[in-house]
């Protein structure tokens, strides 16, 4: 784009004007249906723009944050992306029966969970893919260019193996990047991250992207609750009656601590 600062990101449908044979400005950024992107006190980061399905890869190793998990399944919600979570590396059988009972809770709330080995098998992901721009996210050293690579063996980004004594992935993917599946199907596979800020959220757009709170917003006792230790508040009640489990309450008030500091 003219000048420094622009807003395109991956995935947008833009207008340009063409320079030479392989370059060109762009003039427009065509209006987007979603906008997947994280924000902080300090700025937001643009990931990807036209994205109908978040592709959420975890893996047993190295260990995964389900903090992690939320928001980014609270930020699709948001746009109103269909979200698609993955639990790869199968191979790892013991550590995977361990990683898929956290993911329990997710499939009782009705999120898809599809469990994979990317190495092994990777085309039972496919069907998934089709007809969609999906947008392969998670924590690095998670397997998503692996699975990519194993889709579309053109793309062929780069790999590491994850470090044992830190428990973590090493950053092999840099930058955002699209690739065509088909002429409808489209991937883009994203850096990994640690953290996702959710600033650009209020509190009600908060609770609202905990699927399991929906049944029980709007019957607090006050309007303005905030779900914390107010009386007669419903979400509450609901946690110690069972229908919320508390480890997800505790996600909910840490992220909108993070709100209120916000303000």
Known sequence: MRGKKHDATCGDQVEFFPVAID???IETILPRTTLFYRCNSFREKLIAANVTQ????????????LELLDRCLIA???QKIRPLIVLNKTDLDKSTQKAAQYLQLYQKLDYP?????AKKNAQPLIPYLLNHTSLFAGQSGMGKSTLLNEIIPKARQSTAEISTALDSGRHTTTHTRLFHLNEVSHI???PGFQEFGLQQMDLAALAWGFIEFRTF??????RNCRHFNEPRCALQEAMRNGSIES???ASYQRLAESL???A
């Open 54 to 65: 978040l592709v959420y890869v975890l893996a047993a190793e190295p260990s995964f944050n």
């Open 217 to 222: 917003l709007g019957k607090c006792q006050f």
């Open 76 to 78: 699709a919600q948001y």
């Open 23 to 25: 370059q060109g400005v």
């Open 247 to 249: 480890r997800r309450m």
């Open 188 to 190: 883009i596979d994203s």
């Open 260 to 262: 209120d500091s916000r």
């Open 113 to 117: 969970v599809l469990a994979i080995s």
